[in-house]
């Protein structure tokens, strides 16, 4: 039986390229039937393969802007070139429903998000090495030769942000990472501040059939 209920705000956080794309998504193949993921904007430009509304929603720089004199992102960056935030309404729905909303943002973003959901789980994928990371970064050929160095560069500050997050998951094997991303949100379901009061609530109801 699992005592709280509510659904958990999880964040998946780490440098680009060390594949948090990728693990969220076997994580959403493995578990998904309980998680949601919260959809992005953002205005980087649509690469091969990604669909508007599914993998982000692609918008104007102007109707960003819009958006954030709106209040309208839960926490916003830009990064690379390119704004990227998460909807407010988004989340809302997702928190609404019960289910466990995922959000696969990049580090200063995580912050944000930390300050203003002071629940939140947050959770930092690293790459088994250095070499790994920079190997995915040339091989995934969606960057130039200028961004991908741009996204080393970013990479390397953020690899000593580790002791900010709740949890490190290495990203060793896509598979692995996923399975240990559950088994943190199903510890944190049962972290005794999420749970007590549902417990206390369940006393209460045995005692008072014993009566
Ligand atoms: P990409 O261009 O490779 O899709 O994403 C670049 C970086 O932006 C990745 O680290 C990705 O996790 C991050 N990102 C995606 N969506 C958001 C968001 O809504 N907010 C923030 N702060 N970062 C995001």
């Known amino acids: 039986?699992?005592?709280?209920?509510?659904?958990?705000?999880?964040?998946?956080?780490?440098?680009?390229?060390?594949?948090?794309?990728?693990v969220r998504k076997a994580l959403f193949d493995e578990y998904?039937?309980?998680?949601?993921?919260?959809?992005?904007?953002?205005?980087?430009?649509?690469?091969p393969?990604?669909?508007n509304g599914k993998d982000y929603y692609f918008v104007t720089e102007d109707e960003f802007k819009k958006k954030i004199m709106e209040g309208g992102f839960l926490e916003y960056n830009y990064?690379?070139?390119?704004?990227?935030?998460?909807?407010?309404?988004?989340v809302e729905k997702a928190l609404n429903s019960g289910?466990?909303?995922?959000?696969?943002?990049?580090?200063?973003?995580?912050r944000q998000v930390k300050e203003k959901m002071l629940d939140a789980v947050t959770i930092f994928i690293v790459p088994p090495?250095?070499?790994?990371?920079?190997?995915?970064?040339?091989?995934?050929?969606?960057?130039?030769?200028?961004?991908?160095?741009?996204?080393i560069n970013k990479a390397n500050a953020e690899f000593g942000l580790a002791y900010q997050y709740d949890y490190i998951v290495v990203n060793d094997d896509v598979n692995n990472a996923a399975d240990r991303i559950s088994a943190?949100?199903?510890a944190e379901h049962a972290r005794t501040r999420r749970?007590?009061?549902k417990y206390y609530e369940l006393l209460g109801d045995e005692e008072d059939e014993q009566k």
């Open 49 to 51: 393969g990604e669909v």
């Open 129 to 151: 090495s250095r070499e790994a990371l920079y190997e995915r970064l040339k091989h995934r050929g969606t960057e130039s030769d200028y961004q991908i160095q741009e996204r």
């Open 184 to 186: 943190i949100i199903r």
């Open 79 to 90: 990064f690379c070139g390119n704004y990227y935030g998460t909807p407010m309404d988004e």
């Open 32 to 47: 998904g039937k309980n998680l949601t993921y919260s959809i992005s904007m953002t205005t980087r430009p649509m690469r």
């Open 1 to 22: 039986m699992k005592l709280n209920e509510r659904g958990l705000l999880v964040v998946l956080s780490g440098p680009s390229g060390v594949g948090k794309g990728t």
């Open 99 to 110: 289910k466990e909303l995922i959000l696969e943002i990049e580090v200063n973003g995580c």
């Open 195 to 197: 749970s007590i009061y």
